[in-house]
T-cell receptor
Framework: EDKVVQSPLSLVVHEGDTVTLNCSYEVTNFRSLLWYKQEKKAPTFLFMLTSSGIEKKSGRLSSILDKKELFSILNITATQTGDSAIYLCAVENLNAGGTSYGKLTFGQGTILTVHP | DTEVTQTPKHLVMGMTNKKSLKCEQHMGHRAMYWYKQKAKKPPELMFVYSYEKLSINESVPSRFSPECPNSSLLNLHLHALQPEDSALYLC????????????????FGPGTRLTVL
């Protein structure tokens, strides 16, 4: 059974701190790993990673994938109160035919709270 | 237009009611998804439509009936629901999921908050 595990489950920091969120996975026929940010409603797409070692960056957020060790990290530097949210990691895999199901397996999420 | 829209935002229904949730996207995506999300839990996949055909049904009870009238629209018909079906129902879309390469990230709508009394 495909499994995605995130840690920590919750994290409380102060503005300006740097945080590292972890995501490990065990899936058959890995295709991609995605990070989402969820505030009140819909998850908002952050990054998609398919290759090891290539760091994705967007402002204060960055993410890297290690396909050998089966994990990814999401870094947020100089945190702001607006970064408070649930961060979801999801993995997409391929079916036996080598094409995507379109199915995402989500981790349980990390609840990040940033205090002023 | 890079948005997925869902209506209604909130829905309260009795166990004998019939209602429908609607989802629309105009990004030219050919895959659309229904997810169910309970409080403090990650989204759980219910259905996947690929090129307007149902490609995945995650053993969802028949009281949930999806429909994809065209490539931009996705409906979820609800009938005889139970109180435990109360949840946030999310719709998402992506480029063709049968692609082995290229970007396939899913974009989510704001969801419908469903309460079953």
């Amino acid at each position: 059974e495909d499994k995605v595990v995130q840690s920590p489950l919750s994290l409380v920091v102060h503005e300006g701190d740097t945080v590292t969120l972890n995501c490990s996975y065990e899936v058959t026929n890995f295709r991609s790993l995605l990070w989402y940010k969820q505030e009140k409603k819909a998850p908002t797409f952050l990054f998609m990673l398919t290759s090891s070692g290539i760091e994705k960056k967007s402002g204060r957020l960055s993410s890297i994938l290690d396909k050998k060790e089966l994990f990814s990290i999401l870094n947020i530097t100089a945190t702001q109160t607006g970064d408070s949210a649930i961060y979801l990691c999801a993995v997409e895999n391929l079916n036996a035919g080598g094409t995507s199901y379109g199915k995402l397996t989500f981790g349980q999420g990390t609840i990040l709270t940033v205090h002023p | 237009d890079t948005e997925v829209t869902q209506t209604p935002k909130h829905l309260v229904m009795g166990m004998t009611n019939k209602k429908s949730l609607k989802c629309e996207q105009h990004m030219g995506h050919r895959a659309m998804y229904w997810y169910k999300q309970k409080a403090k839990k990650p989204p759980e996949l219910m259905f996947v439509y690929s090129y307007e055909k149902l490609s995945i049904n995650e053993s969802v009870p028949s009281r949930f009936s999806p429909e994809c009238p065209n490539s931009s629209l996705l409906n979820l018909h609800l009938h005889a629901l139970q109180p435990e079906d109360s949840a946030l129902y999310l719709c998402a879309s992506s480029q063709a999921p049968t692609s082995t390469s290229g970007r396939n990230e899913q974009f989510f709508g704001p969801g419908t908050r469903l309460t079953v009394l």
